[in-house]
């Protein structure tokens, strides 16, 4: 079976390919870098050709309010309608664990557009809503940071190796669509402030974690549970402890 991954350069998409190829499966990694652009729509019919499964692993360049909901409203658009007249039987879009819980932010709102703009577009669909991956809580730590302070939420997280979200995402392209969503998630359930603790002492950063309620999340607010899976998620065998080791072990 061929299968087109959009993103297939990036953290999943690269992963991803490497199990679908494992499968035996053909897989095409549409990138700019590869001649696929999602938002011109170059390369883009070329690719579909004969293909049976599209993934959207992609993300935007920017998140900057305009120009992330450009992003995946212009390239769904684009993929879908590729999709559609390459015949393609299942498009599948990597998506967020709470996207849909207000008051979201920005890229929560393009990403939601992402969704609906797949839902409407006639093809049979699956959308995976994963929780925030293991690789990104240092980025997450920046974000928090003020005058060397981490000024972190107590509201729980809950998440996942991108391993484990490429291992989800390759057994969703070979199923049947679901023409609905599906979650997965981590398997331990933490706030947001013990994780960052965890993660700046495993890595030697002398930053002080401060518990800040108000500090949300990417500029919005956070409930205690928004960040977490509901009742029949799919949840990951990697835990955050294990990942952390290993990280710290191999840097």
Same mark, same amino acid.
């Given at each position: 079976?061929?299968?087109?991954?959009? =993103?297939?350069?990036? @953290?999943? &998409?690269?992963? %991803?390919? /490497?199990?679908? !190829?494992?499968?035996?499966?053909? +897989?095409? *990694?549409?990138?700019?870098?590869? =001649?696929?652009?999602? @938002?011109? &729509?170059?390369? %883009?019919? /070329?690719?579909? !050709?004969?293909?049976?499964?599209? +993934?959207? *692993?992609?993300?935007?360049?920017?998140?900057?309010?305009?120009?992330?909901?450009?992003?995946?409203?212009?390239?769904?658009?684009?993929?879908?309608?590729?999709?559609? *007249?390459?015949?393609?039987?299942?498009?599948?879009?990597?998506?967020?664990?709470?996207?849909?819980?207000?008051?979201?932010?920005?890229?929560?709102?393009?990403?939601? *557009?992402?969704?609906?703009?797949?839902?409407?577009?006639?093809?049979?669909?699956?959308?995976?809503?994963?929780?925030?991956?293991?690789?990104?809580?240092?980025?997450?730590?920046?974000?928090?940071?003020?005058?060397?302070?981490?000024?972190?939420?107590?509201?729980?997280?809950?998440?996942?190796?991108?391993?484990?979200?490429?291992?989800?995402?390759?057994?969703?392209?070979?199923?049947?669509?679901?023409?609905?969503?599906?979650?997965?998630?981590?398997?331990?359930?933490?706030?947001?402030?013990?994780?960052?603790?965890?993660?700046?002492?495993?890595?030697?950063?002398?930053?002080?974690?401060?518990?800040?309620?108000?500090?949300?999340?990417?500029?919005?607010?956070?409930?205690?549970?928004?960040?977490?899976?509901?009742?029949?998620?799919?949840?990951?065998?990697?835990?955050?402890?294990?990942?952390?080791?290993?990280?710290?072990?191999?840097?």
């Amino acid at each position: 079976m061929k299968i087109v991954i959009i =993103g297939g350069t990036g @953290l999943i &998409g690269t992963q %991803l390919g /490497a199990l679908l !190829q494992q499968r035996g499966h053909t +897989v095409v *990694a549409a990138a700019p870098s590869t =001649g696929v652009n999602t @938002l011109t &729509g170059q390369g %883009l019919d /070329a690719a579909m !050709q004969g293909a049976q499964v599209v +993934v959207d *692993a992609s993300n935007s360049p920017s998140f900057e309010a305009e120009a992330v909901m450009h992003f995946f409203d212009t390239s769904t658009r684009n993929i879908t309608r590729a999709a559609a *007249a390459a015949g393609v039987r299942h498009g599948v879009a990597l998506s967020i664990v709470g996207v849909d819980q207000p008051p979201g932010n920005a890229y929560f709102h393009a990403k939601l *557009a992402q969704e609906r703009l797949l839902r409407e577009s006639g093809l049979p669909y699956t959308i995976v809503r994963a929780t925030q991956f293991h690789e990104f809580i240092g980025t997450i730590a920046d974000s928090y940071t003020r005058d060397g302070v981490v000024h972190a939420p107590s509201a729980g997280i809950q998440t996942i190796a991108s391993a484990d979200v490429a291992s989800a995402l390759a057994d969703t392209a070979l199923g049947a669509p679901l023409n609905g969503w599906r979650e997965i998630g981590g398997p331990q359930r933490m706030g947001i402030d013990a994780l960052l603790r965890d993660y700046l002492a495993a890595v030697g950063d002398p930053r002080t974690v401060r518990t800040d309620d108000s500090a949300g999340y990417f500029g919005a607010p956070v409930r205690a549970s928004t960040l977490q899976t509901r009742e029949g998620a799919w949840i990951a065998p990697t835990p955050w402890q294990a990942w952390l080791t290993r990280r710290t072990q191999t840097a």
